[in-house]
């Protein structure tokens, strides 16, 4: 580790900065112990790279221990957010949960105009949840505590977007059409004989392929992609699952969101997302919508909520409170409410009754890059209180 530190020429005030933050970090909820990694030299100043050993705590995973990896390329064109942007993490938790998760993401492909992104997710968990279907599923703290509501599962995802430009949208907003290939296998079995998952799925092991073909429209208006600080953006979308592309289950996904940010006064922003989601067809209880984790009705146990059709608002002001050694490290924090449900057969289809809300604070931090941002949140809601640990806003 030293020598790749001095390969990157950290100086010794970033050393000291370094040692400074690491006990701060480790009394921060979901707390990221980090190495910032600067560009190589002066010839390269357009590509930022961040190297990560981390070690945190969240409510759904316990303790957790990893490495992330971030590399920018910025390019020379001042019209993209980026020319290339990718990431690498890998973590595991000593509640028998462990994620790898590889993403690329590159505006110009192929020699054309088309931005390509593309991902692999590789995850295999011990405790992952499983509360039943629909909004109003009964919830018992000691059931929690017994694990009834667990189940195992492994998972293997690629999802591959390609997205075109094809004109304006508004004063300053591009409107791009998008294609969709996602490939999944999930593998889920019983942790306990008496569960939840046993109830209602007495076989005891679901398992298959789900492969998907989508197509949608986006516009995006945004100053950012990673801190936005006004701005909008728009996403309609449709994927296809069908036995001819090798899937497992006949059944399709439709969606739309929209994001709103509006800077109130100096570095305050206000941030709105509402996103909807409806399946049709013989859809597998693991490509059902749900609610409940750091995305979206954080303070409710992780997938809490899982139905036919998902409804979401979530409303969150954000604000950078001061920065030091000349803004290269700013400390900010963020207050936010959420609203949602899930509707299925068992549920009212009354739109605007039995909505479940949770609300919280959390911070934020930015370390020689202000797009490279470490999240924590705590969330409330009538059931639980959860913590949570990330990069980056949660939208």
């Known amino acids: 580790m030293i020598s790749q530190i001095s390969n990157f020429k950290l100086n010794s005030l970033r050393y000291l900065l370094l040692l400074m933050i690491w006990p701060l970090m480790l009394l921060y909820p979901g707390s990221l112990l980090a190495q910032i990694v600067p560009p190589d030299d002066e010839a390269t100043p357009s590509i930022q790279r961040q190297l990560l050993p981390v070690i945190g705590y969240s409510t759904d995973t316990s303790l957790f221990g990893g490495a992330f990896f971030q590399r920018i390329n910025y390019g020379e064109d001042s019209d993209r957010p980026f020319l290339s942007s990718g990431r690498a993490d890998v973590t ?20 054309r105009e088309i931005r390509s992104s593309a991902s692999l997710l590789l995850f295999r968990s011990k405790v992952s949840h499983y509360f039943g279907l629909g909004n109003n599923v009964d919830f018992s703290q000691d059931l ?165 059709s998902s409804i979401l608002h979530i409303l969150e002001a954000r604000a950078w409170l001061f920065s030091i050694f000349e803004g290269e490290i700013r400390f900010g924090g963020q207050l936010f409410w959420d609203s949602g449900r899930v509707f299925s057969d068992f549920d009212s289809n009354r739109f605007f009754s039995e909505w479940n809300h949770s609300w919280g604070f959390g911070g934020a931090m930015t370390v020689f890059n202000p797009d490279f941002i470490i999240r924590g949140d705590v969330g409330f809601s009538a059931e639980a209180v959860r913590i949570y640990a990330g990069v980056g806003y949660v939208f």
Do not use: C
């Not at 929690?144 to 189940?151: A, H, R, V």
């Open 92 to 111: 595991g938790s000593i509640r028998g949960e462990w994620v790898g998760k590889v993403s690329y993401d590159r505006t110009r492909s192929f020699g």
């Open 144 to 308: 929690y505590d017994e694990q009834f509501f667990y189940f195992e599962n492994r998972e293997a995802e690629f999802l591959y977007r390609a997205r075109k430009n094809i004109g304006r949208f508004g004063v300053e907003g591009d409107l791009d059409m998008f294609a969709d290939l996602h490939i999944a296998y999930l593998d889920a079995s019983l942790r306990e004989d008496e569960s939840r998952f046993g109830e209602d799925f007495p076989s005891g092991s679901i398992k298959g392929w789900t492969n998907q073909l989508g197509i949608g429209l986006i516009t995006d208006d945004r100053d950012s992609e990673f801190g936005t600080t006004e701005g909008f953006r728009y996403e309609v979308g449709a994927r296809l699952s069908n036995t001819v592309i090798g899937s497992d289950f006949d059944y399709a996904t439709i969606w739309a969101e929209m994001r709103h940010y509006l800077p109130l006064f100096s570095e305050v922003v206000l941030a709105q997302k509402i996103a909807a989601e409806h399946t049709i067809g013989d859809t597998p209880f693991w490509g059902l919508a749900t609610l409940g984790d750091e995305k979206g009705l954080r303070g409710y146990h992780l997938d809490r909520f899982r139905g036919d």
